[in-house]
């Protein structure tokens, strides 16, 4: 498989024949990556400026000028997606049919899982297991469990606002179908149980359960 120029493979890495790659890429080394990825897929913007360009002989790749960063020892599977200028950090497993928002950045050691959402700018740390949604602009600490959907509130139908995004802070869990809404944070230790909706800011090491997610006990050892 030949690579163009603009795109820097580490040593030890196996990267299947049919990875799309758009503008520059840089992959450590001993990663892998199969078939059917999508790396540095161009944003709605850039799509526009290339179809506005199309009189020229230039690729989309050619309008995709941030560079997309994959770490050492990442595997990423089948049908996944990885937008424009997104870092991702070392030995990341990356299940199948995953989304990348463009901006994105993920830290070491990152487990996630099939079928989620990444949107765009979105932060991640260290260590996280991810399965689920994070809508744009969404912070994630380290050593964290993310296992449902992190939603924007709307309020007004307005096309390209941007309402503050969910915070989930480090070592948090957030269970399995659990919904966190709009600007939100879930302080560190916390606990959101699985199939909980959470609509107000949740303080460290408090377990929450419900609709609406209300206060079960707190999980903080007693100094007494």
Do not use: W
Request: aromatic residues 4%.
């Amino acid at each position: 498989m030949e690579f163009d120029k603009l795109i820097k493979i580490g040593e030890n890495c196996y990267i299947d024949d049919d990875v799309r790659f758009h503008g520059n890429v840089v992959i450590g080394d001993n990663t892998y990556i199969e078939n059917s990825v999508t790396i540095g897929a161009p944003t709605e913007e850039q799509i526009t400026a290339f179809m506005a360009s199309r009189t020229s002989k230039g690729a989309i790749g050619d309008f995709v000028d941030s560079r997309v960063i994959i770490g050492s020892g990442c595997r990423i599977r089948s049908g996944t997606v990885i937008g424009s200028g997104a870092n991702l950090g070392n030995n990341m497993d990356c299940s199948n049919h995953v989304i990348i928002g463009a901006g994105t950045c993920i830290g070491d050691n990152a487990r996630i899982g099939h079928a989620s959402q990444i949107h765009r700018n979105v932060s991640i740390g260290r260590n996280v297991r991810f399965k689920g949604f994070a809508a744009n602009d969404c912070l994630i600490g380290d050593d964290v469990a993310m296992l449902g959907y992190l939603v924007h509130k709307f309020r007004e139908n307005v096309r390209g606002a941007r309402p503050p995004a969910p915070q989930v802070q480090d070592r948090a869990i957030v269970g399995m179908l659990a919904i966190v809404i709009g600007d939100v944070t879930i302080h560190e230790d916390a606990y959101v149980a699985a199939g909980a909706v959470v609509l107000s800011d949740v303080d460290q090491g408090l377990l929450v359960a419900g609709i609406p997610a209300t206060a079960i006990r707190n999980l903080k050892p007693s100094n007494r």
